[in-house]
């Protein structure tokens, strides 16, 4: 190979491990943090426990990125995992129907309801804030009338979702997880639909003047995300060995927070699947060393937001420069 040959090819290697670089001097740097301040931290266990607890957080911040990439925002999400699983729980514990037909009924339930979201946040061109916000309530109390408000406990038929694989530490929902992160980096950076995607994000006027029918990429984008709520929703079962209607209070925030620490613009028009899971990465860090350490809940939660408040202020700087440099 050539001299200019193997120069371009570093180059390019370079160029594509320079985005990430950021996003993995933080996760190392607060590695470096909590292992100084707790001797406990820095175990194989801990590991092995962080990626085992992140799998439905994951892929609900996957579908949350593709939502607020086209400048939407879906704060139902926490609702949708809680329905999808009390439906599980219906379908094996109150049916007796096995576990290979409670899946596409969660998957089903959730997917339903983002495409409800998308419906009607598109083609009534009502802001998706207010529309998922409705369906944040609704979903919860369908979840309440389904069970009878009751938690449905399903146990070992569901629970090797969850489990460690002996040998491997982790277990089969983080490699699902994965395949997700993958999949949705894929679709957004190597597809058509990726591009009209960040394309409506970034101008939907200049989309609609290009002669693109931006809804149906829209719509199906609502679509996936609710979908991703299904499958969180039968991780989080098969975590908890049970499907619980009061499960998942509050995980929009998390998804959200997931998204700005990685990147994600709330603008629209900018954001990486990648990214938003180095996000996600960096919140279970910062939850779980803060444990190590003693803090109390209060204390994790004014840190927590404290990060993400610092996300939001460097996205808006971003946005700020980015636009000065446009004019």
Not at 52 to 64: K, R
Not at 87 to 112: E, R, T
Not at 252 to 267: K, N
Request: net charge positive.
């Amino acid at each position: 190979m050539s001299e200019p040959a193997k120069s371009s090819r570093r180059s390019a290697l370079l160029a594509s491990v320079l985005p990430y670089a950021g996003m993995l001097g933080v996760l190392l740097l607060l590695i470096v943090i909590f292992s100084l301040s707790s001797r406990n931290f820095l175990s194989a266990s801990t590991v092995t426990s962080v990626l085992n607890q992140i799998p439905d957080l994951t892929v609900i911040a996957v579908g949350m990125t593709l939502v607020l990439i086209i400048g939407g925002i879906d704060l139902s999400v926490g609702s949708l995992l809680a329905l999808s699983s009390s439906i599980m729980g219906v379908v094996m514990i109150d049916q007796g129907l096995p576990l290979a037909a409670a899946i596409p009924a969660s998957l089903f339930v959730g997917a339903l309801c983002g495409l409800i979201n998308g419906l009607i946040s598109v083609k009534a061109r009502i802001p998706s804030f207010i529309v998922t916000l409705g369906m944040l309530e609704m979903a919860r109390g369908f979840a309440y009338l389904a069970t009878d408000s009751q938690t449905k406990y399903i146990g070992s038929k569901v629970e090797w979702i969850g489990t460690a694989i002996p040998g491997l530490a982790i277990s089969p929902a983080f490699l699902v997880a994965i395949v997700v992160v993958i999949a949705g980096q894929i679709l957004l950076t190597r597809t058509v639909f990726g591009r009209y995607a960040v394309a409506i994000g970034t101008n939907a006027e200049a989309v609609r003047m290009s002669g693109i029918n931006a809804a149906p990429y829209s719509i199906a984008i609502f679509t996936i995300s609710g979908l991703l709520c299904g499958v969180a929703g039968v991780m989080q079962t098969s975590r908890l060995s049970s499907a619980d209607p009061n499960a998942a209070v509050g995980l929009e925030l998390a998804a959200i927070a997931a998204c700005v620490i990685g990147g994600t613009s709330l603008m629209g028009g900018r954001g990486s699947v990648i990214h938003t899971f180095f996000g996600v990465l960096i919140i279970a860090v910062l939850q779980t060393g803060l444990a190590h350490v003693g803090a109390t809940d209060p204390i994790k939660r004014i840190i927590t937001g404290g990060v993400i408040v610092i996300a939001v202020l460097l996205d808006a700087l971003r946005q700020r420069k980015r636009n000065s440099r446009a004019q």
